[in-house]
């Protein structure tokens, strides 16, 4: 028996599907694993556990205009979690595209400037998506609320900021594109 387990930074596949950093996956004859590289796009397996057995609902946190973000705790951890639920479309859309290549940048990048992506979730109606919970808030809304930034705490944030896009760039696939389309 052999196992194969992605503790890389930049994604590794089995027979064409992400594994997810950390995940483990027993390996069956002729399995084709791949390192890094422009791997496809993420299958959701439709039998993934109940999100529910493992996670406990608290505080709504936010709502955009595809996804309401909320705070779990993960029931065996205790640790909180957010979590980005976005309600599927009828059809498959460009909406469903995008968060499918933003769960396969997520699954295969790991710095500490960039949020965590610790598990996702499928169902007939929603795609959840289980993201390290940033305690101190989004930077737009300390902006938003406590106007511009010291300029020493300014420089540190641009710092952290130009570091995890220098990591993006480093890796062997063009995530810093994708990156610019979400703050752009």
């Given amino acids: 028996m052999a196992v194969v387990e992605d503790l890389s930074t930049n994604s ?8 997810g950093r950390n995940n483990l996956l027993e390996l ?5 694993v791949r390192v890094g590289g422009s791997l496809p796009l993420p299958l959701l397996d439709s039998h993934t556990p109940r999100f ?3 996670y406990i609902m608290r505080d709504a946190v936010g709502k955009g ?7 779990y705790t993960e029931r065996a951890t205790k640790v909180v979690y957010a979590v980005k639920i976005v309600k599927k479309d009828d059809k498959a859309s460009i909406k469903e595209l995008a968060l499918r290549r933003e769960i396969g940048l997520l699954m295969s990048v790991c710095h500490p400037g960039i949020i965590l992506l610790r598990d996702v979730f499928e169902d007939p109606s ?13 930077l737009f809304r300390h902006i938003v609320t406590g106007g511009k930034l010291a300029e020493d705490v300014g420089r540190k944030i641009a710092v952290q900021i130009l570091q995890a896009l220098q990591y993006l760039a480093s890796t062997t696939c063009d995530y810093v594109g994708q990156f610019q389309e979400r703050i752009g």
């Fill in 12 to 19: 590794t596949a089995v027979n064409g599907v992400i594994l």
């Fill in 28 to 32: 069956r004859d002729n399995d084709e």
């Fill in 52 to 54: 529910e057995l493992h």
């Fill in 65 to 71: 205009h595809f996804a309401t973000v909320r705070s």
């Fill in 126 to 138: 929603n795609i959840l998506l289980v993201l390290g919970f940033a305690f101190e808030g989004e």
